[in-house]
């Protein structure tokens, strides 16, 4: 993503702290670290943010399912051969 290597490389100046003896890679390139803190109340009201939020996060929350004590494949005992 040309975002992230922007704000992370070339906002931050990585370039020039990279040193490749010392972990700054040249085959996978030189990587930043950018931390954006955004204050959610600036744009609403908190409550309503953090009321989305976990609406959110309980919609895309993942289903856990028990896993199948034994598998049934073709060839296997299950099967039937006319």
């Known amino acids: 993503m040309i975002a992230a290597e ?19 890679c040249h085959h996978v390139g030189i990587k930043g670290v950018v ?6 109340d600036v744009f609403q009201q908190l409550e309503s943010y953090a009321s989305e939020t976990g609406e959110l996060v309980r919609a895309r929350a993942l289903k856990v399912r028990a896993v199948p004590t034994r598998a049934v494949y073709p060839g296997g005992s299950r099967s039937r051969r006319s």
Do not use: K, M
């Not at 931390?35 to 959610?40: D, R, T, W």
């Open 6 to 24: 922007i704000l992370g490389r070339i906002l931050t100046g990585a370039d020039a702290y990279a040193d490749p003896h010392r972990g700054g």
């Open 35 to 40: 931390i954006i803190a955004l204050s959610a």
